[in-house]
C-alpha cells in the first residue's frame, strides 16, 4: 500500500501565484487533515474532512481552500501565496479522529 | 485557549540508556493522546497511543504513562538506538463542540550519542 501520497514534495512560488497541493490515500480512510509545520513548530490544522463532500475549518484556515469530491483525495489550494505561507504541509488520514497516517509532506517557499 | 505543552525542547541520551521524553497537557476533558515520531524530512509517525481511562501502556521498546492528577504524559524509549534519534511530539484530542482534533505540542529533539 502507498498509503498517504503528497505531490509535489518542493515548490517556490512567486507572491500572488496560487497553486494545489495534492493529497490521496489508498486506505479507505473517511478523516483526511491537512496541517503546516513551521520551523522548530508543531503541527497545526488548517482544514479536515470527515468524508465526501464535507469539509471544515482548523485552527489556520486562512489563505486556504479545501475540497473533497472523492474518498481518496483532498486537494489544498493556496490562492494569491503570501510568504506566512512558507511552511512544511502535511497532508493525513485516518479512520477515526485518533490514529493518524501521514504523508511525507511538501516544502512550500513563498518568495 | 489550553494546548499541550512539552517540558523540554531537547534531550540528549547515551545509546543503549532509556529515554524519557514528558509533556504537560491542562485540558482535563482531553480523553486520548498519542506520541507521534518525526524524523528529519518525513512526516510524523505513530508510535503509540492512551486513552484517559489508563495509566499505563507498552510497546515494542515504548511505554506511555498518564498521570491525569497532574496532567502529564510521558513516553519511555527502553534501549535508546541511533535510530530513536528525532523529535517526539505528543498529541490529545480536544473535545470541543462537535468537533475532535489533534492538538499537537511543538515537539522534542532527541539525539542518541554514541
Known amino acids: 500500500n502507498a498509503g498517504v501520497t503528497q505531490t509535489p514534495k518542493f515548490r517556490i512560488l512567486k507572491i500572488g501565484q496560487s497553486m494545489t497541493l495534492q493529497c490521496a490515500q489508498d486506505?479507505?480512510?473517511?478523516?483526511m487533515y491537512w496541517y503546516r509545520q513551521d520551523p522548530g513548530m508543531g503541527l497545526k490544522l488548517i482544514y479536515y474532512?470527515?468524508?465526501?463532500?464535507?469539509?471544515d475549518k482548523g485552527e489556520v484556515p486562512n489563505g486556504y481552500n479545501v475540497s473533497r469530491s472523492t474518498t481518496e483525495d483532498f486537494p489544498l489550494r493556496l490562492e494569491l501565496a503570501a510568504p506566512s505561507q512558507t511552511s512544511v504541509y502535511f497532508c493525513?488520514?485516518?479512520?477515526?479522529?485518533?490514529?493518524?497516517?501521514f504523508g511525507s509532506g511538501t516544502q512550500l517557499s513563498v518568495l | 485557549g489550553e494546548s499541550v505543552g512539552l517540558h523540554l525542547p531537547t534531550l540528549s541520551v547515551q545509546e543503549g540508556d532509556n529515554s524519557i521524553i514528558n509533556c504537560a497537557y491542562s485540558?482535563?476533558?482531553?480523553?486520548?493522546f498519542i506520541w507521534y515520531k518525526q524524523e528529519s524530512g518525513k512526516g510524523p509517525q505513530f508510535i503509540i497511543d492512551?486513552?484517559?481511562?489508563?495509566d499505563k501502556r507498552q510497546g515494542q521498546r515504548v511505554t506511555v504513562l498518564l498521570n491525569k492528577t497532574v496532567k502529564h504524559l510521558s513516553l519511555q524509549i527502553a534501549a535508546t538506538q541511533p535510530g530513536d534519534s528525532a523529535v517526539y511530539f505528543c498529541?490529545?484530542?480536544?473535545?470541543?463542540?462537535?468537533?475532535?482534533?489533534?492538538?499537537f505540542g511543538s515537539g522534542t529533539q532527541l539525539t542518541v550519542l554514541p
Open positions: 493525513a488520514s485516518s479512520y477515526g479522529y485518533e490514529k493518524l497516517f
Open positions: 486506505m479507505n480512510h473517511n478523516y
Open positions: 474532512s470527515v468524508g465526501a463532500g464535507i469539509t
Open positions: 485540558n482535563s476533558a482531553s480523553d486520548y
Open positions: 492512551i486513552r484517559s481511562n489508563m
Open positions: 498529541a490529545e484530542i480536544l473535545s470541543s463542540g462537535s468537533a475532535r482534533q489533534l492538538t
